[in-house]
């Protein structure tokens, strides 16, 4: 039994969470979109991407808005109901039915990926990109064989697994199934013990720049980035952390495809 089988369903189902941390685009989902977009940019210039959201929570749609190119969007997350809700958003998406939050995330979207295209129109492309979304741990082997994606992006997710050694062995999955040159981004909260939402607080592991860095080296990554960059929707919600770091890593080119 860990924290999230009781009280943070609560807050993903209740839509709490979408409220809090997804009605405003503010500055930190502007960072981790246009984040995501800068280390994705270089591989989706060059083939069409297979894409693994580790940890998509109900925002599977909103974080593949970012994502440049015509994709192929996998994503896991260990919450049923967030799961549904992911799905829910996706059906709606693709009928046309978005919501404010998702408008914004979209226009911001198509501003960084010089598209000429319309808000809706993207999501509604994006949403068609997303193939599956299925309930999964990221501390029990992934549900995903090795070499098979291109690009895994996690956000707001490690930093929420109970202990270290799970955060590694999540790092060392998302570097199994990797392809050989493939890209991992990570957003993560920083510097705190847990992260609030509906007034209540929730447990995070104390994330730094240094830890990450040891991290994605135990896990065989060559690190591209990692920077901690100050979060200014202190100013708009009661959020439990002051900073965000992004972490983007490579899986060696060279890694040799085992059998
Ligand atoms: C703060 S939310 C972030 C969700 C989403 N990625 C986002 O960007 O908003 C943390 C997510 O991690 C998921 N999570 C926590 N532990 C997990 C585990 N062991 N396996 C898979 N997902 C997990 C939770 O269910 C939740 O959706």
């Known amino acids: 039994m860990t924290f999230l089988d009781s009280a943070p369903e609560d807050v993903f189902a209740s839509g709490a969470y979408w409220r809090e941390y997804y009605a ?8 981790a979109g246009e984040f995501l977009h800068e ?14 959201d580790a940890g998509c929570g109900p925002t599977a749609l909103y974080w593949t808005l970012f994502v440049p190119g015509d994709n192929e969007v996998e994503g896991f997350d260990l919450n049923p109901a967030n799961i549904a809700a992911a ?3 996706l059906e709606n998406a693709k009928r046309g039915d978005t919501d404010a939050a998702l408008t914004v995330a979209a226009e911001h979207a198509v501003g960084l990926l010089r598209l000429e295209d319309t808000a809706a129109g993207h999501t509604r492309r994006k949403a068609k990109q997303i193939k599956s979304l299925a309930v999964g741990d990221l501390t029990k082997p992934w549900p ?29 999955e998302a570097c ?13 909260v920083s510097r705190t013990d847990e992260w609030h939402c509906d007034g209540r607080g929730f447990p995070t592991l104390n994330l730094t720049r240094e830890r990450m860095e040891g991290c994605i080296a135990k896990a065989g990554l ?14 708009i919600r009661d959020q439990g952390y002051g900073s965000i770091i992004l972490t983007a890593a490579e899986k060696s080119p060279s890694a040799r495809p085992r059998t």
């Open 24 to 31: 405003e685009l503010g500055h930190e989902n502007a960072a």
């Open 222 to 235: 060559r690190l591209l980035e990692c920077r901690e960059v100050e979060s200014q929707d202190v100013s």
């Open 87 to 89: 799905r829910l958003q």
């Open 144 to 172: 995903a064989g090795r070499d098979q994606f291109d690009f895994v992006q996690s956000v707001f997710a490690l930093e929420c697994l109970p202990r270290w050694e799970e955060f590694e062995f999540a790092l060392g």
């Open 176 to 188: 199994r199934v990797l392809k050989p040159g493939g890209r991992l981004a990570l957003v993560n």
């Open 39 to 52: 280390i994705a940019g270089p591989l989706a210039r060059r083939r069409r991407l297979r894409v693994l």
